[in-house]
């Protein structure tokens, strides 16, 4: 009996796009009191006790008449406590002066040392813990004629940890007015104006494009090196431009640094400029920043003056992302899903060998649109979804319990195929044959979509950086970087099929062939289990019955169409679709309560207790789904030798799994410029003298348990050399 192949067509076409489907479609202190929204204010304020001791000196013994001096003062923050700056974040009230001043006496704004974005529970505020200076510039007046002056001020401020207690002082000092003056109290003032950021007058602009702030910098192009390997953060003067919580995504792209921030509640018309502050955190744990002012930009002009300005450099731009991206996709080739199917491609190439050029070509250009069409459905979804506030990472069409059982569903009647099930006596082509089989184009770029749905479970090396630089880059650049993954996937095929001698190393054809084409039949059927496995780690055990079920199903009534007359397989194929669309409509919707294989689960919030402690923290960022995640784990992390080592220094292991959507997780990827897993992120032991932690260390993503073993022992190691 013959079938069309259009009705194939059409099934493996619905096939796949049910793969594609994705996931998820402060009151004024001065006149009103603090603003302690988020924190407790009660009953543990004793008058007696102040957790911050504030001194006030001046930079010189003595006033002149007509000449400004400089006042500071230095908060002593008590450890755990902090203060805040003048936009004091999502809680708390900034630190204010009120001056007592001999008449003619004026007074400047206060200068504000670079601030710190300082967590707290949900909220992420922005202050001072530690020491913090405050500088303020007095000028007397031409007609001064004291003997000599005395400044007063009163200081309140907010001081909060677990608890928010408001504090005030009252200092003065007293100066004598002379002709001349010498400096004084140098090492105070040296070390307040190494807080201070320098003032600088580069180009700042920020836009709006619906629920996202861009913030662009564009620093002189000799001062790049300033801002490679550094952690950067912006904090706007103006309150409500940006949500404070939000991460803060960072991209450089030629000199220009480039913030991508949730806008905040406040209408952009309010304020269409502001003071902002750049602070650029180095290595060795020293902080320098740079205030200038932004003004705003409707996002049509931002995005132009973009991609006018998107640079071709490699160091750190779109060049080495896209040759990153190159390599990444190359190396998704050898994973366990994607090998079997290139052994196909590879089949079939050798039963063409008698053909033209022209035509091997062809089935390679097949293959490769197949796979650049689906990175580009993935880069579209992910895109798209992202720009009206829905976050996505990579290998998100696998979080879905109705893509995992399609794709488990195709992965075993492709095996069934190639195992001989549907090729008997030649009767029909059937849908596998025509997906798998070398005798058409479509077959080659079928096949090609297969590739891409099989590889996005996989983060390769160097894909990582690369799929994370996209997610903060314009569109074009973004989809660039997704096409050159699937390029890097389809070149070793496409490879094959325009260079001829590279098609000398293939054997000649043979009976092996046909034996192979069966063997390879076991690895889409262990495809097919493992997918299975991650479909119960989702929605439990009942659904990988279904699943079971379903599958056995299946080889019946296409071992009845073998058998069968004609109207009988047509009832039989009809039989075959309900009961795939049976199993959708009844798959279990709640995900069962999993225990984690390795270490506590984690959450934003129990990541910052643990920061709030002393040792170290290692964060495991995983999928049921990722097959990288879980060669790690067994090689690297579920050994006796690295439980030994966690345990000898009290590292806390965090594993965060993103086998279903979580966006705590996904936002926790972004902060370090990630969009899928595996990601290892390791938190040196505090400082004992200093109270400071070192820097956290990005692993590579593939672990090994001396490579734990040398970050433990080496906080400060840098993961490229690692």
């Known amino acids: ?211 996202e702030i861009t913030f662009t910098i564009t620093p002189p192009a000799d001062t790049a090196e300033l801002f490679s390997n550094t952690s950067l953060a912006i904090f706007p003067v103006e309150w409500g431009l940006i949500k404070n919580n939000a991460p803060q995504e960072t991209s450089i792209t030629g000199n220009q640094i480039i913030f991508r921030i949730a806008s905040g509640d406040r209408d952009i018309n309010e304020a269409l400029e502001t003071p902002l502050i750049l602070r650029v955190g180095q290595d060795d744990g020293s902080v320098s920043g740079y205030s200038l002012d932004a003004s705003y930009t409707p996002a049509s002009a931002a995005n132009t003056a973009d991609n006018q300005s998107a640079s071709l450099s490699v160091n750190g731009g779109i060049l080495k992302h896209i040759l990153f991206a190159l390599i990444g996709g190359l190396i998704l080739n050898l994973m366990p899903c994607v090998f079997p199917v290139l052994s196909l491609k590879a089949l079939g190439l050798i039963q063409t060998k008698d053909k033209t050029r022209a035509h091997i070509a062809s089935h390679g250009f097949a293959y490769t649109v197949g796979i650049l069409i689906s990175f580009g459905v993935f880069a579209a979804t992910i895109l798209g979804l992202r720009s009206v506030g829905t976050a996505l990472g990579w290998g998100f069409q696998l979080q879905n319990p109705y893509n995992i059982l399609l794709l488990s569903y195709l992965m075993f009647v492709i095996g069934l195929n190639l195992s001989g099930m549907f090729t008997l006596s030649g009767k029909f082509v059937n849908l596998g044959s025509g997906l798998t089989r070398n005798t058409t184009y479509s077959s080659s770029f079928f096949t090609g979509i297969l590739a891409a749905l099989v590889a996005t479970p996989c983060t390769a090396p160097f894909m990582a950086g690369a799929i994370g630089y996209a997610m903060v880059q314009p569109t074009a650049q973004a989809f660039i970087v997704f096409l050159s993954v699937g390029l890097g996937l389809a070149l070793p095929y496409l490879l094959l099929t325009l260079i001829p001698a590279t098609q000398k190393i293939l054997p000649r054809p043979g009976t092996w062939m046909e034996h192979f084409r069966q063997f390879l039949a076991f690895p889409m059927f262990l495809t097919s289990a493992w997918l299975l496995w991650v479909l119960g780690k989702q929605v439990g055990i009942d659904a990988v019955f279904m699943a079971l079920t379903g599958m056995v199903i299946i080889a019946l009534l296409f071992w009845m169409l073998k058998i069968s007359g004609k109207f009988f397989g047509r009832v039989l194929i009809v039989i075959l679709v309900l009961s795939v669309l049976a199993s959708l409509i009844f798959l279990p919707q709640s995900a069962p309560e999993q225990q984690l294989d390795t270490g506590h689960a984690f959450s934003t919030d129990i990541l910052d207790a643990r920061l709030q402690e002393d040792n170290p923290i290692f964060v495991n960022m995983t999928a049921a789904w990722c097959i990288t995640c879980k060669v790690n784990e067994r090689v690297a992390l579920d050994n006796n030798a690295t439980e030994h080592l966690f345990a000898t220094h009290n590292v806390t292991m965090l594993t965060g799994d993103w086998t279903n959507e979580n966006p705590e997780i996904t936002a926790y990827l972004k902060k370090f410029g990630r969009n899928g897993v595996p990601l290892y992120i390791y938190y040196g032991a505090r400082n004992k003298d200093s109270g400071l932690r070192p820097d956290p260390v990005i692993l590579p993503q593939i672990l090994t348990p001396n490579l734990l073993k040398k970050t433990v022992l080496n906080t400060n190691a840098d993961p490229e050399k690692l």
């Open 1 to 211: 009996m013959e079938y069309s192949m259009k009705y194939n067509f059409l099934i493996l076409l619905l096939l796949t796009l049910c793969t594609f489907a994705p996931v998820a479609m402060a009151q004024d202190f001065r006149t009103q009191g603090f603003n302690t929204q988020g924190f407790d204010t009660q009953s543990r304020y004793t008058p007696d006790k102040k957790h911050v001791t504030v001194s006030m000196n001046a930079d010189t013994d003595a006033v002149i008449p007509g000449q400004t001096f400089r006042i500071g003062f230095m908060q002593i923050i008590e450890p755990d406590w902090h203060t805040y700056w003048i936009n004091p974040g999502d809680s708390g009230a900034e630190t204010q002066i009120d001056w007592t001043l001999p008449d003619g006496f004026r007074t400047n704004d206060i200068q504000w040392p670079v601030p710190d974005r300082i967590p707290y529970e949900s909220l992420i505020n922005f202050g001072y813990s530690g020491t913090a200076y405050f500088l303020i510039e007095i000028t007397a007046p031409e007609d001064l004629s004291a003997q000599e002056v005395t400044v007063s001020a009163q200081m309140n401020w907010l001081v909060c940890s677990d608890i928010c207690i408001p504090e005030q002082g009252r200092y003065s000092l007293t100066l004598p007015v002379a002709d001349t003056s010498t400096p004084a109290n140098q090492f105070f003032f040296s070390e307040a104006e190494a807080q201070q950021p320098q003032s600088v007058d580069w180009p700042a602009t920020y836009s709006l494009d619906q629920n």
